[in-house]
């Protein structure tokens, strides 16, 4: 929970600096820099806490759980466009709604391996209000 609520407070602030940039530089440009900083930055991390259990599981992985950085560098681009027509809170309450009910269908059906957690009438509910409140962010 501690994670999600560090990441929650930094994805807005994150949003706007890469926007910056992207203005600055251009959209594809800045999701290449953004990509290579984090690259240098997660090297930097990876060779002294890493240890040597990571490159012999490499090779276990899913193809699809590669593309994570493909799909995160067409993001950064997206959301960097966004922010610029909408703002970060529009943006942000749009893609949070948004991002639950992907979430659930993930859960619901068990996609990218997911583990299955069904879809009950509370979090549909909750689905729906989450929704109904991102209208009013945008709306208003």
Do not use: K
């Amino acid at each position: 929970m501690l994670y999600a609520l560090i990441f929650g407070v930094c994805l807005p602030f994150v949003v706007r600096m890469n926007e910056s940039l992207s203005r600055s530089i251009g959209y594809l440009p800045g999701a290449w820099a953004v990509h290579a900083v984090g690259a240098v930055f997660g090297a930097a991390l990876l060779l002294p806490f890493s240890g040597r259990a990571w490159p012999a599981a490499v090779s276990s992985v899913s193809w699809w759980a590669w593309m994570g950085g493909v799909v995160g560098c067409g993001m950064v681009v997206l959301a960097t466009r966004a922010v610029t027509v909408m703002g970060i809170a529009s943006f942000t309450a749009v893609t949070v709604a948004i991002q639950l009910i992907a979430s659930a269908a993930i859960d619901q059906y068990g996609w990218v391996g997911a583990e299955v957690h069904p879809l009950t009438l509370t979090r549909a509910v909750g689905i729906l209000l989450l929704g109904a409140g991102a209208t009013l962010v945008v709306r208003g």
